[in-house]
């Protein structure tokens, strides 16, 4: 989608970018002028993403929990592009092990809330926590002083914690925390610092949560659906919009430290 933001001579490395949100991203930020980076541990989705870009695409393997990576993946990113102006900090996700069978503590219970492994909480806050910190701690450094944009992917889950994800919840609250204050750590350093918060989105990941194997909603789906005032799952497209903005210092240029909800009215509606 072709929007009035010219990102034109810009650099952007996007994180998680082989995921269906993230390469919506990495796309958008392409067709309006910059060049991307695109970085996923699963290098084939990455290279699957960029290669429906073109030239101006990078696909990168990199490990957003390991700084050695990271910094294997700046040095490719340099080399091939130069410079880095934006970075958007997608990867993240959820995990089994950090999740409960019920909505509510029920004795007999195959896994509640005592049951939930902390290796499976451990890696959940990692992914997101850390895999926003240290990409940053890696790419920062080559924004400052040249009006750099970090964008951060947080959830509805970190003001509104869902039922059933607990680590998840809690990690996408620290995403939310961290972005405020990186961006008074970086307020008068050239780099502002938001995040989008997307609402119900279909993903690879939670695509078997939300639909049964004939294609049908799952009851979880119909609970997500009431709770949108707009009756639906928002399409990845309609992040973009909130991503432009933000990445152009001439749309949002005073605009840092903000936690933006994307999510068909669900944080404004009490039920009832």
Same mark, same amino acid.
């Given at each position: 989608?072709?929007?009035?933001?010219?990102?034109?001579?810009?650099?952007?490395?996007?994180?998680?970018?082989?995921?269906?949100?993230?390469?919506?991203?990495?796309?958008?930020?392409?067709? *309006?002028?910059?060049?991307?980076?695109?970085?996923?541990?699963?290098?084939?989705?990455?290279?699957?993403?960029?290669?429906?870009?073109?030239?101006?695409?990078?696909?990168?393997?990199?490990?957003?929990?390991?700084?050695?990576?990271?910094?294997?993946?700046?040095?490719?990113?340099? #080399?091939?592009?130069?410079?880095?102006?934006?970075? $958007?900090? /997608?990867?993240?996700?959820?995990?089994?092990?950090?999740?409960?069978?019920? #909505?509510?503590?029920?004795?007999?219970?195959?896994?509640?809330?005592?049951?939930?492994?902390?290796?499976? !909480?451990?890696?959940?806050?990692?992914? *997101?926590?850390?895999?926003?910190?240290?990409?940053?701690?890696?790419?920062?450094?080559?924004?400052?002083? *040249?009006?750099?944009? !970090? $964008?951060?992917?947080?959830?509805?889950?970190?003001?509104?914690?869902?039922?059933?994800?607990?680590?998840?919840?809690?990690?996408?609250?620290?995403?939310?925390?961290?972005?405020?204050?990186?961006?008074?750590?970086?307020?008068?350093?050239? $780099?502002?610092?938001?995040? !989008?918060?997307?609402?119900?989105?279909?993903?690879?990941?939670?695509?078997?949560?939300?639909?049964?194997?004939?294609?049908?909603?799952?009851?979880?789906?119909?609970? $997500?659906?009431?709770?949108?005032?707009?009756?639906?799952? /928002? #399409?990845?497209?309609?992040?973009?919009?909130?991503?432009?903005?933000?990445?152009?210092?001439?749309?949002? /240029?005073?605009?840092?430290?903000?936690?933006?909800?994307?999510?068909?009215?669900?944080?404004?509606?009490?039920?009832?």
């Amino acid at each position: 989608m072709k929007y009035t933001h010219d990102l034109t001579g810009k650099v952007a490395v996007v994180t998680g970018a082989g995921g269906v949100l993230c390469s919506m991203f990495a796309q958008t930020l392409a067709q *309006n002028g910059a060049k991307v980076a695109l970085l996923d541990l699963n290098y084939d989705a990455a290279k699957a993403a960029a290669e429906k870009i073109g030239d101006n695409a990078l696909a990168v393997q990199a490990n957003c929990l390991e700084k050695a990576s990271l910094e294997a993946a700046r040095d490719k990113v340099t #080399e091939r592009f130069g410079r880095v102006d934006l970075l $958007i900090n /997608g990867a993240g996700g959820n995990n089994p092990r950090g999740t409960t069978d019920d #909505e509510m503590y029920d004795a007999d219970s195959a896994k509640s809330f005592f049951d939930l492994d902390d290796s499976g !909480i451990k890696f959940v806050l990692e992914l *997101n926590f850390l895999g926003t910190l240290l990409p940053t701690q890696v790419f920062a450094p080559l924004m400052l002083e *040249n009006e750099g944009v !970090i $964008i951060n992917v947080s959830s509805m889950n970190a003001y509104r914690p869902l039922t059933k994800i607990p680590a998840y919840s809690g990690a996408k609250s620290a995403v939310s925390n961290l972005t405020q204050w990186l961006a008074v750590y970086f307020a008068k350093s050239g $780099i502002r610092v938001n995040a !989008i918060a997307p609402g119900f989105f279909v993903t690879n990941q939670n695509r078997a949560l939300l639909f049964d194997d004939k294609g049908n909603p799952t009851p979880r789906t119909e609970k $997500i659906l009431r709770a949108t005032p707009m009756g639906r799952f /928002g #399409e990845a497209q309609e992040l973009c919009g909130t991503l432009m903005w933000l990445a152009d210092n001439n749309a949002s /240029g005073f605009v840092t430290g903000t936690v933006i909800p994307v999510d068909g009215g669900f944080s404004a509606y009490s039920g009832v």
